[in-house]
T-cell receptor, first 110, second 115 residues
Framework: EDKVVQSPLSLVVHEGDTVTLNCSYE??????LLWYKQEKKAPTFLFML????IEKKSGRLSSILDKKELFSILNITATQTGDSAIYLC??????????FGTGTSLTVIP | DAGVTQSPTHLIKTRGQQVTLRCSPK?????VSWYQQALGQGPQFIFQ???????QRGNFPDRFSGHQFPNYSSELNVNALLLGDSALYLC??????????????FGQGTRLTVV
């Protein structure tokens, strides 16, 4: 059965800390892995990863994929209260079907 | 450029009733997928529509059905509502390019409460 597992389930940090969120997967016919940030309702797109070892970076956020070990990490440096959200990882098959993990709830305390 | 729009935003229904949720995809997108997100869970794939046909389906009963119109908008219908159908229903649109999809953009969702 295809599945995506995220860890930790929740995380509380202080502003300025660096966090690493993990996503491991077992999906037949992998095509890409995506990270989303969900604050209230609509998940907003962060990164799409298709190749191993190539870091994607956007400001304080970065992500990398390891297709051999079947996982990805999302790093957030110098966290801010606005980073508080649920971070979702999704693996996509060639048919464009998304398999989501349960998410990591991040709370950043001032 | 309008993003993905869903209606209604909130809905309360009684057990046993039927409900229809609507989604307009992002301009230029041709594929619509529907997801159910229960509280504290990640979105669960219901089904996907492309070229007005259901292409893929997740592990949901036949009470969940859908439709895609020529303008790419889509509806999700749920019959014989159960209390467990209470959730946030998300619609995501994407574009099929050379047989592959792009990243999905999500709407704000419809919060369905079944009482």
């Amino acid at each position: 059965e295809d599945k995506v597992v995220q860890s930790p389930l929740s995380l509380v940090v202080h502003e300025g800390d660096t966090v690493t969120l993990n996503c491991s997967y077992e999906v037949t016919n992998f095509r890409s892995l995506l990270w989303y940030k969900q604050e209230k309702k609509a998940p907003t797109f962060l990164f799409m990863l298709t190749s191993s070892g190539i870091e994607k970076k956007s400001g304080r956020l970065s992500s990398i994929l390891d297709k051999k070990e079947l996982f990805s990490i999302l790093n957030i440096t110098a966290t801010q209260t606005g980073d508080s959200a649920i971070y979702l990882c999704a693996v996509v098959n060639p048919g464009n079907q998304f398999y989501f993990g349960t998410g990591t709830s991040l709370t950043v305390i001032p | 450029d309008a993003g993905v729009t869903q209606s209604p935003t909130h809905l309360i229904k009684t057990r046993g009733q039927q409900v229809t949720l609507r989604c307009s995809p992002k301009s230029g997108h041709d594929t619509v997928s529907w997801y159910q997100q229960a509280l504290g869970q990640g979105p669960q794939f219901i089904f996907q529509y492309y070229e007005e046909e259901e292409r893929q389906r997740g592990n949901f009963p036949d009470r969940f059905s859908g439709h895609q119109f020529p303008n790419y908008s889509s509806e999700l219908n749920v019959n014989a509502l159960l209390l467990g159908d209470s959730a946030l229903y998300l619609c995501a649109s994407s574009l099929v390019v050379s047989g592959f999809g792009t990243e999905a953009f999500f709407g704000q969702g419809t919060r369905l409460t079944v009482v």
